[in-house]
């Protein structure tokens, strides 16, 4: 009987080789199967495996646009380092990438243009039923001696891509290759693990279809999408919403629309999303429940306690102590909404808001709604004002 040994001075799998003999495998690569289908058995869509070798094309693209990607290379935090695991990581032998389907259940119509989808059920802070399955899946590995970490500095779309289970949009999303109709509502997770697995075929290339005509580029408010499987995170509505500057840019603030945390315009228009987004899907009684927390004119006047309970534990890129971006963010939405029945709500706000980013931005979206009602409050609140919210005011009346 052939001996299942590992690099590792042959450490056994106890559980592992027991299965992999009952299935007749006759190579320690039966292990690799073996992880796939408890990863398969969990409720992952799909699950992969390639080298910790450096990612050259993920550096190179780096490399060749430092002055968009500077945030995310610095001492506290850096793909760069995460693109070549094997480096940053010795001990660590090969790469399992999980592919996670966030898309499982119906949105609430009412938050769809409000938020990216994936943030409405990330559960990581929040320990729900989808981390579950990912602690099942190390404890799984650690019963047969499997040493496994993820490492969130991985580009984990690149890594997907190398291990063959997604394919480049020109969207610079990632398509999944064998589950979720070929869609990119998926999380890539990338886990390193300590032992020897051949790498699976890559599936590197872009699949867009060629008829396509580019309708991910055309669906892009802010030009952040400017040339195909090329996106400047810097224009991103995604990174303005969460990382932005402490108020959004003037020319930013209409083409970002109602978005108040992520985007999905760019992955709503692609023709390789529509079959799953035409699959029939249960609703989301979880997130219906919540849903009620996430309208624009509760964020835009919600307290620090609402915030730091209801609210962060969900969408968490910013920090406990940043009620003021979310409450920008949602007077911002609100007028581009233009909705006049939230004029009281943005009026509240002016007067109110101890933050002057909140004021100023409600400032101006009274001015893109507000009309001639607004003007008494915008002239009263002028001379209480610094100069900040006053030039924001002053624009504003030009506009009523
Ligand atoms: S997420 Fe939105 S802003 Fe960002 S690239 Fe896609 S469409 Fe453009
Ligand atoms: S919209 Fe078209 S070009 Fe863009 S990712 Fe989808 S298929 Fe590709």
Same mark, same amino acid.
């Given at each position: #009987? ?12 106890? %559980? ?51 002055? #968009? ?29 999980? %592919? ?33 399955? $990912? ?38 999303? %990632? ?80 083409? #970002? ?48 306690? $609402? ?7 969900? $969408? ?85």
């Amino acid at each position: #009987m052939e001996q299942i040994t590992t690099p590792r001075a042959n450490m056994q799998y106890p %559980v592992l080789i027991a299965r992999f003999f009952e299935r007749g495998y006759t190579s320690p690569m039966g292990v690799k199967e073996l992880l796939r289908e408890k990863a398969l058995e969990l409720g992952f869509a799909s699950a992969g495996f390639t080298s910790v070798e450096p990612m050259p094309v993920y550096l190179d693209e780096i490399a060749s646009r430092p002055e #968009m990607y500077s945030w995310v290379n610095s001492d506290y935090f850096s793909t760069v380092r995460g693109a070549s695991p094997g480096v940053k990581h010795p001990w660590a032998r090969s790469l399992m990438v999980l %592919v996670r389907n966030y898309y499982q259940r119906l949105f609430p119509q009412d938050l769809i243009g409000l938020y990216g989808r994936c943030y409405l059920v990330d559960e990581r802070k929040v320990r729900g039923a989808e981390f579950a399955k $990912f602690k099942a899946l190390l404890d799984f590995m650690r019963r047969e001696s499997i040493r496994a970490q993820f490492d969130e500095e991985v580009p984990a779309r690149m890594a997907a891509a190398m291990a063959g289970v997604s394919s480049y949009g020109k969207s610079c999303f %990632v398509y999944c290759t064998d589950a979720i109709k070929g869609s990119s509502w998926l999380e890539s997770i990338p886990l390193l693990l300590d032992i020897d697995l051949d790498p699976d075929e890559p599936s590197l290339e872009v699949r867009c279809p060629s008829d396509c005509d580019n309708r991910c580029l055309e669906a892009c408010p802010t030009g952040a999408l400017y040339e195909p499987l090329k996106m400047n995170p810097l224009r991103c509505i995604a990174f303005h919403s969460y990382y932005g500057e402490d108020i959004t840019p003037r020319e930013l603030r209409e083409p #970002m629309g109602t978005w108040v945390y992520g985007c999905d315009l760019c992955q709503e228009a692609c023709p390789r999303n529509r079959p799953w987004m035409s699959t029939e899907l249960p609703v989301d009684q979880d997130l219906e429940s919540r849903a009620d927390d996430y309208r624009l004119p509760v964020l835009l006047c919600m307290g620090q306690e $609402f915030y730091q309970e209801r609210i962060w534990p969900r $969408f968490f890129y910013m920090s406990r102590s940043r009620v003021d971006r979310w409450q920008m963010n949602a007077a911002r939405a609100l007028g581009n909404l233009g909705d006049p029945s939230f004029i009281p709500d943005l009026e509240r706000s002016l007067s109110e808001s101890p933050y002057a980013n909140v004021r100023a931005m409600s400032a101006w979206s009274l001015g893109r709604i507000g009309g001639r009602s607004t003007r008494s409050l915008l002239e009263k609140r002028l001379g209480a004002e610094g100069e900040i919210v006053a030039a924001e005011i002053r624009s504003a009346l030009e506009e009523t």
